[in-house]
């Protein structure tokens, strides 16, 4: 990859006229090593939320080796890296990806939530007895920006009959949970491990496996979470009530908290319309986030030469032919911004590059390294 100082470097160097995405790979390994250091247990990345051969080299730098897959894509990106351990944690998996995770790339963790699920597993693994078998619980809704309900997970009535079949295969088994993405309540933990704790008390097995998901939050702007420290504390508080077992393992899946501060996106503004820009990159690009759930970006103008100090806000568009590619709020930049200048949108680094259509041709693939801090929203608390 090459590295530029930052993105005023890159684009006063490249002159760009498709979307770059900048990694900071300090920031990065930086953010890997203090969620492995607080978290009490083994943290996998979800992969899903970027899958960049760059990224998950950077999280295994900070010193994380575990990685939460979905799909035989994502398990062959994280297979690329030297000792790295994935756990196959989509709870329907397609038979023939179970049989290579198993048979070629030695996977041994499955999330589950149904019996034919375990049933699948079971069958294509040859009644394994090396699994450790993750069953997952739908939670009602916590103070999450990104609903993670009513989609996946078992229901609590049906958890302890599965965590008694689970253990009936000679398996491992474990639980988990996911309060939703960007979840803004660290007491959410606390409560899903108190649903947990019922569960496990009428199951009456061992299960020497608790996952707490994903769902920790970044900053963007509009939004201060609490800190990392507060959500290890709630999952601490919420693990302690939990019926005991001397043996038992937590892990986590964060995605978002691990990566999204680490990239910013540089855009071309194309085309100037009163008080609305028309950009390179958009809603059903790398900016899909904004568009599905109003997240604010912080923002900041690069022009080489340098731009006014007056500020205005400006309504920005994405470049396919579509309405639907406009995106919501307002974005505060120079009064005097024009065609041909760039706008970099920090915070960028989860659900971001993954989520791009290509609609009308449309895609941002270059990333390149920057050397600075992180674009990061100014702080309400500090200002
Ligand atoms: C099963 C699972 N684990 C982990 C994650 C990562 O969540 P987050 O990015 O909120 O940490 C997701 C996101 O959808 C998920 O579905």
Known sequence: MEVFADALAMVTALRPEEPVYC????????????????????????????????????????????????????????AALPGARSHYMHPVKNRQAVTLAYHRFG??????????????????????????????????????????????????????????????????????????????DPGAYESALAICGGILAEAAVPVPVIDVGGGFPTAYVGTEPPPLAAYVAAIQAGAARLPADPGRALFCEPGRALVAEACSLVVKVEFR???????????????????????????????????????????????????????????SLPEDVREGDWIEFGQIGAYSNVLQTRFNGFEARRFVAVADDALRPVSARAA
């Open 23 to 78: 990694l900071r790979p300090k920031v990065l390994k930086d953010a890997a090593a203090q969620f492995v250091q607080a978290f009490p247990g083994t943290v996998m990345y979800a992969v899903k939320c970027n899958d960049h051969p760059e990224v998950l080299a950077g999280l295994q730098a900070g010193g994380l080796t575990d990685f939460d897959v979905a799909s035989l894509s994502e398990i062959e990106a994280a």
């Open 107 to 184: 996977i041994r963790t499955f999330a589950l939530d149904h019996e034919e699920e375990l049933a699948k597993i079971l069958a294509v693994t040859g009644e394994a007895r090396d699994l450790t078998l993750v069953l997952r619980v739908d939670m009602p809704r916590f103070d999450s920006v990104c609903d993670l309900t009513g989609k996946f997970g078992a229901e609590a009535a049906a958890a302890p009959g599965l965590l008694r079949r689970i253990a009936a295969s000679g398996n491992r088994a474990g639980l988990t949970f996911h309060v939703g993405s960007q979840c803004l």
């Open 273 to 331: 319309r009163g008080h609305r820009l028309y950009l390179n990159d958009g809603a059903y690009g790398s900016l899909a986030d904004m568009k599905l759930f109003g997240t604010v970006y912080p923002v900041r103008l690069l022009r080489p030469g340098g731009a006014g100090r007056r500020m205005a806000t400006f309504s920005l568009f994405g470049p396919t032919c579509d309405s639907y590619d406009s995106l919501p709020g307002g974005s």
